[in-house]
């Protein structure tokens, strides 16, 4: 797989992201700000509740904008089989007859991209697979999350 390809299509899904969450964000501040929007009486929390939730959503637009700014920078460097895995690496792992591919990330664990009928799912290394991944290499035992046994890392890129 194309890894210069498969940081294009994660960063325009984390641009698709980041436009629905401003677009969320924009919204939560107009209602929290709007006139209509004022307590009626004490107990009133509406105005309080939303403005609350502008602030989440803005966080969100934060971090999804140094997620952007992280990926747009990172080094796509190949990996070879005798290579210990950092951030940037493509890896397959063969788990229950099944392959899942992986892509060791800066940020935005979580994040499903398909290129050509693969998905890759993106991990950080603050997350258990990704911590037991840095370092490893070809052929190297993991223990993927709910799994009874260990598995192999099949392939790297």
């Known amino acids: 797989m194309d890894k210069a390809a498969l940081r294009d299509a ?17 919204t939560s501040r107009a209602e929290a700000t709007d006139e209509e929007s004022k307590p009626e ?21 934060a971090e999804l904008r140094e997620s ?5 920078a990172l080094c796509m460097t190949s990996f070879g089989p005798n290579d210990a ?6 890896v397959t792992i063969e788990a229950e007859g099944r392959s899942r591919h992986y892509f060791l990330g800066p940020r935005s664990g979580g994040t499903e991209v398909t290129i050509n009928g693969t998905t890759v ?3 950080t290394p603050a997350s258990p697979l990704g911590r037991q991944l840095l370092g490893r290499r070809l ?11 260990p ?6 890129a």
Do not use: C, W
């Open 85 to 90: 895995l950092a951030l940037g690496a493509l």
């Open 41 to 61: 009486n004490k107990y009133d929390m509406h105005a309080q509740e939303a403005a609350y939730l502008a602030e989440g959503q803005a966080r969100l637009v």
């Open 121 to 123: 799912l993106v991990i």
């Open 10 to 26: 994660i960063i325009r899904q984390l641009e698709a992201d980041l436009a629905l969450q401003t677009a969320a964000a924009l």
């Open 139 to 149: 052929g190297d035992p993991v223990m993927l999350p709910g799994s009874k046994r």
């Open 68 to 72: 952007l700014t992280h990926f747009s």
């Open 151 to 156: 598995d192999r890392i099949s392939e790297v």
